[in-house]
């Protein structure tokens, strides 16, 4: 049985500047991309969407494509797993978690060996680790 998720958006390390943004706004045709902008002339929704915010949590990322290929607006964009800024500190929608073990899975990363990111409540994951073949629980 063919797993139903995607393979996270992995590409090579890459260091983030001050003119690197993340479009959260859906009415731009940029919706859910990063992009680059002109660090000299920066548009006024940039302040919003950086991704150098000085924000310890974003320190290290890792994209998770989520509504991508096209991206749908309004059905969520900018989807990372970053350093948890409190163990019972909710996200809008990522996956964060002590900086320790983010560290662990980006040095574990690879892309060439396609790996899967699989998210689910503990009792739907006892249901289908084996059909998937994941991990046991």
């Excluded at 680790?129 to 629980?137: F, H």
């Amino acid at each position: 049985m063919k797993r139903p998720c995607r393979r996270a958006g992995i590409t090579p390390t890459t260091g983030l500047t001050d003119a690197d943004a993340w479009v959260d706004d859906p009415r731009s045709p940029h919706y859910n991309e990063h992009i680059v902008v002109d660090a000299k002339n920066l548009p006024p929704w940039f302040s919003r969407e950086r991704m150098r915010s000085g924000d310890f949590a974003y320190h290290w990322l890792i994209e998770i494509e989520h509504n991508e290929h096209p991206a749908v607006p309004g059905e969520g964009s900018a989807i990372f797993f970053h350093i948890r800024r409190g163990e019972t500190r909710p996200t809008s929608g990522c996956t964060t978690m002590a900086e320790e073990n983010l560290v662990r899975i980006i040095s574990w990363l690879r892309q060439d060996k396609q790996p899967e990111y699989v998210l689910l409540p503990q009792a739907e994951y006892e249901k289908k680790w084996q059909a998937w073949g994941l991990p046991a629980p």
